[in-house]
């Protein structure tokens, strides 16, 4: 069976996103992309909500071929391009782009359709409303989540709505020069 684990920036208060769904406050470098692409170079499928979603289609189908694109950007992109995406829209509908899957409804048993099928962790990238849904039908096996040394004090939280407990398993830690720091969880069922 297919595990799907989140994969987040977070705010050392729980925070994904501030209030209007800014990041500007998210730390990344040379040092956090090349750990990322290293882990994520074994999957082959991302998951995506649809804002999320349409913020990667913007960017990376062509990030490779800017004359200022950086190493990550080359390596990064020729993954994504591979990569088979999972959408969670209600919005989106009719037919998919190349490499695509858009899931509009019955999200829970078509998910666990596609984590019953063999293959490597499908990791959910960012999305927080994706995430929350996820998460309120058990559909979450881990959390990958770079804790950033900011407090938000407000904003959109990781964990919403949440009606009972979940016991996670630390399974990895790692601390960047940044001052991110990696938490690799599991959830134990």
């Known amino acids: 069976m297919r ?3 989140s994969f987040m920036h ?3 208060d729980g925070f994904v996103a501030g209030s209007n769904g800014e990041m500007d406050w998210i730390k990344v470098n040379e040092e956090i992309f090349s750990y990322v692409g290293k882990r994520i170079a074994t999957g082959d ?3 995506y909500g649809r804002i999320t979603y349409n913020m990667m289609e913007g960017y990376w189908p062509t990030a490779a071929d800017k004359p200022n694109a950086t190493q990550h950007d080359i390596e990064h992109a020729a993954w994504y ?3 088979h995406k999972i959408v969670l829209s209600a919005s989106m509908r009719g037919a998919a782009p190349a490499n695509t899957t858009i899931i509009s409804d019955n999200i ?3 998910i666990q359709e596609i984590r019953q099928q063999d293959g490597p962790d499908i990791l959910l990238f960012g999305s927080p409303t994706a995430t929350h849904s996820l998460m309120q039908h058990g559909l979450i096996d881990g959390y990958w989540l770079f804790v950033n040394p900011i407090v938000l004090g407000e904003g959109i939280p990781l964990f919403a709505n949440i009606k009972e407990r979940t016991k996670l398993k630390l399974l990895h830690t790692q601390q960047f020069a940044c001052g991110v720091t990696e938490l690799d969880y ?3 069922r």
Do not use: Y
């Open 45 to 47: 499928t991302a998951l």
């Open 81 to 83: 391009s591979k990569a």
């Open 108 to 110: 829970a048993a078509r």
């Open 10 to 12: 977070i705010s050392l």
């Open 3 to 5: 595990r799907i684990i």
């Open 186 to 188: 599991i959830v134990e």
